[in-house]
């Protein structure tokens, strides 16, 4: 009894999630086919065209199917152009949580940074790499030699600079490259997300990187996970020293 009232359970719940909707509108079109045919109100020919037309469109449907499924895993796994610019992130963003070794791909958007968010009375904290020898020789090995990492470094903190006097913002220096990048949106709400950006080692270009999108609604033990991995680099970061009168 309990299997057969769950089995009655699973057609409800396909159809109200979106799932299978095709074929259970076949199996209805086939069980009110029968019903006509026993019940002698569609003759032969009727029927054999309505089943002739139920198989063509499994066919072709299970054909577009096919030619539109990606690997699951290309779906979770993805690059940098699948994100579009920056700034389409920003206008929903009342939190907005930044680690990136110099984070200067997101830097170029401060403007849009000041605009939607710290006009809005949102916060932001970015956390990008100290600019001493020792960490920057450390990174310097793992990161691409496209990128002059002391220079880019330097436009960054002074871009942060500027934005620190802004109400809602700070940033801190972090001694070590944890091997990856986080941009994190709206860190304690339900509506909260996340990008996870793999560094990898030596990339011919940053927009190679492995990036993973992961929601708090989809998985909130690993969104809480890597927002937590955030607060840590956060506690073990230094923040920086502004000239007198700053």
Do not use: C
Not at 43 to 57: K, N, T, W, Y
Not at 61 to 88: C, I, N, T, W, Y
Not at 137 to 160: F, G
């Amino acid at each position: 009894m309990v299997k057969f009232k769950n089995l009655s359970k699973r057609p409800l719940q396909d159809v109200r999630e979106g799932h299978h909707r095709e074929a259970y509108a076949l199996f209805l079109v086939g069980v009110t086919l029968v019903v006509l045919g026993l019940s002698g109100i569609a003759d032969v020919s009727v029927l054999l065209s309505a089943i002739l037309l139920a198989v063509s469109f499994l066919v072709f449907h299970g054909a577009a199917e096919a030619s539109d499924r990606r690997p699951l895993l290309d779906q979770v796994l993805r690059s940098r152009q699948d994100f579009g610019a920056f700034s389409k992130l920003l206008p929903e963003a009342r939190d907005l949580r930044i680690y990136g070794p110099t984070a200067v791909n997101v830097l170029v958007n401060s403007a849009d940074i000041k605009r939607f968010v710290l006009a809005a009375g949102g916060t932001v904290k970015v956390i990008i790499q100290d600019d001493n020898p020792q960490a920057l020789t450390q990174s310097a090995i793992q990161l691409d030699d496209n990128l002059d990492l002391e220079h880019t470094l330097r436009s960054s903190m002074a871009i942060l600079d500027k934005l620190a006097a802004v109400p809602g913002f700070s940033y801190r220096l972090l001694p070590a490259n944890p091997g990856f990048s986080l941009v994190i949106v709206n860190a304690t709400d339900a509506d909260g997300y996340l990008i996870f950006e793999s560094h990898g080692f030596k990339d011919d270009n940053i927009a190679d990187r492995m990036h993973i999108v992961i929601r708090r609604a989809d998985s909130p033990r690993w969104f809480s996970y890597w927002a937590a991995r955030f607060d840590a680099m956060w506690e073990a970061s230094r923040s920086p020293i502004f000239p007198v009168g700053h």
